[in-house]
């Protein structure tokens, strides 16, 4: 697999998600759970999505119950919970393992290129692509999805 163009995600409402589909644009994806302490990050996710998103920035959910069993609903209740808390109209994968043996392809690629030191460790954690599919940057579940490092990293790769 040469980049993250190559995979693909079953949606939140069950259609096909194909990486290759964002081509030319760079994509946020970001492990996400509806019980977790970083759970109000979904309106920064949004607000990302709202500012960035018509200049090209995708932001991609990817609920996951990897981390302290904190995503156990139903992908329905997950969508619901989403648009009526944070009014998330950004979009969202069907629930998947992000590390361990079972863990979706993507996240398998991005440990065996970029090393298990960027890994998700938690709910919340942030992988930025590039228009061609390359990783870009990794951030932890304490960095702000609004934060400067991330935001600047995004207006260069749309600059550019």
């Given amino acids: ?9 079953k949606g939140i409402d069950g259609k096909e ?3 290759k589909d964002y081509a030319g644009k760079p994509v946020l994806v970001v492990n996400v759970a509806s019980f ?10 949004q607000q990302l ?9 995708v932001v991609l959910g ?6 302290g069993a904190q995503e ?11 648009e009526t808390s944070f009014g998330v109209t950004f979009p969202m994968t069907a629930k998947e393992n992000v590390v361990g043996v079972d863990a979706h392809g993507l996240y398998e690629w991005i440990s065996g290129h970029a090393g298990e030191a960027v890994a998700p460790k938690w ?9 061609n599919g390359h990783l870009a940057g990794s951030w932890p579940s304490k960095v702000s999805p609004t934060s400067k490092e991330i935001t ?9």
């Fill in 1 to 9: 697999m040469a980049s993250a163009h190559d995979f693909s995600f």
């Fill in 17 to 19: 998600i194909h990486l």
């Fill in 36 to 45: 977790c302490g970083f759970t109000p990050q979904y309106s920064e996710l």
């Fill in 49 to 57: 999505h709202e500012k960035y998103g018509p200049k090209g920035l």
């Fill in 62 to 67: 990817v609920p996951s119950n990897d981390f």
């Fill in 72 to 82: 156990p609903k139903s992908e329905a209740e997950i969508k619901k919970f989403c």
């Fill in 123 to 131: 709910n919340f954690h942030k992988f930025l692509f590039d228009k």
């Fill in 152 to 160: 600047g990293e995004i207006e260069t790769m749309l600059a550019g």
